[in-house]
T-cell receptor, first 119, second 105 residues
Framework: EADIYQTPRYLVIGTGKKITLECSQT?????MYWYQQDPGMELHLIHY???????EKGDLSSESTVSRIRTEHFPLTLESARPSHTSQYLC??????????????????FGSGTQLSVL | QKEVEQNSGPLSVPEGAIASLNCTYS??????FFWYRQYSGKSPELIMS????GDKEDGRFTAQLNKASQYVSLLIRDSQPSDSATYLC?????FGAGTRLTVKP
């Protein structure tokens, strides 16, 4: 069972509000990621981090920002939410494991997600 | 061009059949590929990873990688209704659009 937590689980807010989606993991993983996913659609990588003080933009243009001051914490912030930001936001961290064939695998552990609705 | 493409689906198979899911990629440099399963309303979870050409088996699941043809596939033998989900191909932490599989009892 992965120890990665996202809060809140659901959030409904009005346009123009500033919001922060929280993501924490207790596994000591260096790499962390934020994905955006609309219902029935693919996951889009919006931000990632290789470790403390490292943040990178992903593939999908996003008006959100992230920070990584501590290894276990990777919050995502929207300065001014808009209806177009309505989506599911998934946080993940990754670790390397050995499979049965002795190969190193980078495995993603996902949080339960935050469903954001901007009215 | 997307890094991984999943164009097939949705896919429906009867219980006990073999389900075959496919994914193609454009970058010959890619070394490792992953299959994730995502149940409706849930987060993705890793099923298998594959690095080398050929087949890799884990229980009812077999991943196949063909680097020359740039495709990776996932076979699910003896499909069960509980296998009904969206299957996502991924590499370098980027995901394909997914293939929705329905296994009919």
């Amino acid at each position: 069972e992965a120890d990665i937590y996202q809060t809140p689980r659901y959030l409904v807010i009005g346009t123009g509000k500033k919001i922060t989606l929280e993501c924490s993991q207790t596994m000591g993983h260096d790499k962390m990621y934020w994905y955006q996913q609309d219902p029935g659609m693919e996951l889009h990588l919006i931000h990632y981090s290789y470790g403390v003080n490292s943040t990178e933009k992903g593939d999908l243009s996003s008006e959100s920002t992230v920070s990584r001051i501590r290894t276990e914490h990777f919050p995502l912030t929207l300065e001014s939410a808009r209806p177009s930001h309505t989506s599911q936001y998934l946080c993940a961290s990754s670790d390397y494991t050995l499979d049965r064939q002795g190969q190193l695998n980078e495995k993603l552990f996902f949080g339960s997600g935050t469903q954001l609705s901007v009215l | 061009q997307k890094e991984v493409e999943q164009n097939s689906g949705p896919l429906s198979v009867p219980e006990g059949a073999i389900a075959s899911l496919n994914c193609t990629y454009s970058d010959r440099v890619s070394q490792s590929f992953f299959w994730y399963r995502q149940y409706s309303g849930k987060s993705p979870e890793l099923i298998m990873s594959i690095y080398s050409n050929g087949d890799k088996e884990d229980g009812r699941f077999t991943a196949q990688l063909n680097k020359a043809s740039q495709y990776v596939s996932l076979l699910i033998r003896d499909s069960q209704p509980s296998d009904s989900a969206t299957y996502l191909c991924a590499r370098d932490m980027r995901f394909g659009a997914g293939t929705r599989l329905t296994v009919k009892p």
